[in-house]
């Protein structure tokens, strides 16, 4: 297997750092709003990656964390008149849901940033110690970039051509592009006790604890959306091999779901509730259209291309309708051709063609009555559905 390694820029063969098992850690939702279909697009491309994993034997632990923690969380709290951590649940129970119809399968952990606290302060401890971090006095606890001996070779940026971190007040800082591991205590706002202050984490320290927590010092594949790379995934991989970690060996990062060439987002007006487009299409059809794109390339959404592939998609489904009737119940089968366009870099653009090619053939053998023909391609298309989770026989 061939996986792009956001890091190196190159797509090279994956070893996982113990053999039969893979340890993964997908950056989730931050729970403060309904989730869009830009939102859902990384649940389900990381979803396909972790379904061939096991497919191919391996023993996957699936870690994708909630942040329920942080500033647009408080500001929509007063907006919506709810208490911080009702407003979180209620959103979190909303992506749940949406997950859920869209077949992406629960993670073998889901941690919450708050109920990691503790993690987080033992790993600012281990970074003020090592010289790494400071704590200027007022609360905030900070992250010093230039003793760093590697930073930015995620995203390939110069220190030196950073803005400044706008995530605390710059006056307690001892570089402008120093991040904060930890935000003072404010008035009216939630807070924990920690040994230099009340406060509440920043969002970059709170995913590097739950990966150490649930993963260890190292583990093989961290992924998240291509907006991650910078700042989110640079501080953290920062923050993390401060304290002495290995940290994540493969970087995965899926594009994003645009519409008219900008990347979809409550900010530009143009987000598309899951729950709104699921008025127009089955589950199952959107989820396909949105694994449809390969996880690297931009998705430009648009009702129409929905309708084509939802159409598109009901057609194999009526194959394997037919197919169900004249052969009997057909079992997934994971042909080698299949295998091989999964095993490159999880090429679905080109299994989608394999799959219309044997539902061709499929529907060709249908007409000439040729029922292990039939029952051939339909076992072929039910297992590159059952990891695409688009199967429609799929009880799940």
Known sequence: MKLYNTRTRETSEFKPLVAGKVGIYVCGAT???????GHVRSGINFDILRRWLCASGYDVTFIRNVTDIDDKILEKSKAE?????????????????????????????????????????????????????????????????????????????????????????ETYKKDPRDFA??????????????????????????????????????FDIHGGGLDLVFPHHENEIAQSQAAGYGFAKLWMHN?????????????????????????????IELRWYLGSAHYRSMLEFSFEALEESAVAFRRIESF??????????????????????????????????????????????????????????????RGALSILGCDPFDPH
């Not at 729970?31 to 279909?37: A, K, R, T």
């Not at 645009?258 to 089955?282: A, I, W």
Request: charged share 20%; net charge negative.
């Open 31 to 37: 729970v403060q709003s309904f989730p869009h279909i």
């Open 81 to 169: 008149n709810l208490p911080w951590w009702a407003l979180a649940f209620k959103y979190e129970q909303e992506f749940q849901k949406a997950y859920a119809l869209l077949n992406v399968l629960p993670p073998t952990y889901e941690p919450r940033a708050t109920g990691h606290i503790t993690q987080m302060i033992e790993l600012m401890q281990k970074l003020i110690e090592n010289g790494a971090a400071y704590a200027p006095g007022n609360g905030d606890v900070y992250l010093e970039v230039r003793k760093l001996n590697s930073y930015l070779t995620l995203s390939r940026q110069k220190l030196d051509d950073l803005q400044p971190a706008a995530d605390a007040d």
């Open 181 to 218: 591991l930890w935000k003072a205590a404010k008035p009216g706002e939630p807070s924990w006790p920690t040994p230099w202050g009340d406060g509440r984490p920043g969002w970059h320290l709170e995913c590097s604890a739950m990966a150490h927590a649930y993963l260890g010092s190292d």
């Open 255 to 283: 594009a994003w779901v645009t519409t008219s060439g900008e990347k979809m987002s409550k900010s530009l007006g143009n987000s598309l509730l899951v729950m709104e487009v699921l008025k127009r299409v089955r589950g």
């Open 320 to 381: 394997l309708n037919r197919a169900k009737e004249t052969s009997g119940e057909v079992k997934p089968v994971i042909s080698d051709e299949f295998a091989k366009l999964m095993n490159d870099d999880l090429a679905v653009p080109q299994a989608l063609a394999l799959i219309a090619e044997w539902q061709r053939a499929g529907n060709t053998a249908l007409t000439s009555g040729d029922q292990k023909e039939v029952a051939k391609n339909a076992g072929f298309i």
